[in-house]
């Protein structure tokens, strides 16, 4: 397993386009994260799946954004009408989701977006 | 989520250890204490997690204090590779499952 895995590493698209992008997690892990990050920033939770469901979605999540994990192993992230401020690091993790409160997170090296 | 204080920037010489605070005075019982460090042009990276012992593994240590108010992430001998942004981060099982990350500590080190 060589970790998470992001697809493509850099998109640069015109505002008002589509974008997708897809994580592949580590082949065992049922949770799955969605991140976004700016210039300087930390990373900002953006919403969870455990398996295919997704349990938790943050406010930065607009109507223009839409995750899927369709059979608990790879997700898809999509933003539609994509506007400047949509620019960022958009960074997937994966976990294995068991009694243990501390299990880390394995991150992929994230899709850089930049709209133009 | 509880909420953690950590300095902006840190500077440390090659082959010496760095000592990096955070301060987390609201942190509840079942707060676990997690430190994430990012590099350049990478996805954050676990580094270690403790919940009230002093916890060690091969890439670091973790002190926590007996109030639990505050912890320190030891790097015993700092190379330029751990040049890095670094993350204390609270996690809560019954807040849900998602890391909160504040704004970090930059740490460089000078060869």
């Known amino acids: 397993d060589t970790g998470v895995s992001q697809n493509p590493r850099h998109k640069i698209t015109k505002r008002g386009q589509n974008v997708t992008f897809r994580c592949d997690p580590i082949?065992?892990?049922?949770?799955l994260y969605w991140y976004r990050q700016t210039l300087g920033q930390g990373p900002e939770f953006l919403t969870y799946?455990?398996?295919?469901?997704?349990?938790?979605k943050s406010r930065l999540l607009s109507d223009r954004f839409s995750a899927e994990r369709p059979k608990g192993s790879f997700s898809t992230l999509e933003i539609q009408r994509t506007e400047q401020g949509d620019s960022a690091m958009y960074l997937c993790?994966?976990?294995?989701?068991?009694?243990?409160?501390?299990?880390?997170?394995?991150f992929g090296s994230g899709t850089r977006l930049t709209v133009v | 989520d509880a909420k953690t204080t950590q300095p902006n920037s840190m500077e440390s010489n090659e082959e010496e250890p760095v000592h990096l605070p955070c301060n987390h005075s609201?942190?509840?019982?079942?707060?676990?204490i997690h430190w994430y460090r990012q590099l350049p042009s990478q996805g954050p990276e676990y580094v270690i997690h403790?919940?009230?012992s002093n916890v060690n593994n091969r890439m670091a240590s973790l002190a926590i204090a007996e109030d639990r108010k505050s912890s320190t992430l030891i790097l015993h001998r700092a190379t330029l590779r751990d040049a890095a942004v670094y993350y204390c981060?609270?996690?809560?099982?019954?807040?849900?499952?998602?890391?909160?990350f504040g704004g970090g500590t930059r740490v460089l080190v000078k060869p």
């Open positions: 981060i609270l996690r809560n099982k019954a807040a849900g499952n998602k890391l909160t």
């Open positions: 799946f455990q398996n295919e469901a997704q349990l938790e």
């Open positions: 993790a994966s976990s294995l989701g068991s009694r243990l409160s501390g299990n880390g997170y394995t």
């Open positions: 403790g919940l009230t």
């Open positions: 609201t942190i509840s019982g079942t707060d676990y």
């Open positions: 082949s065992e892990h049922n949770r």
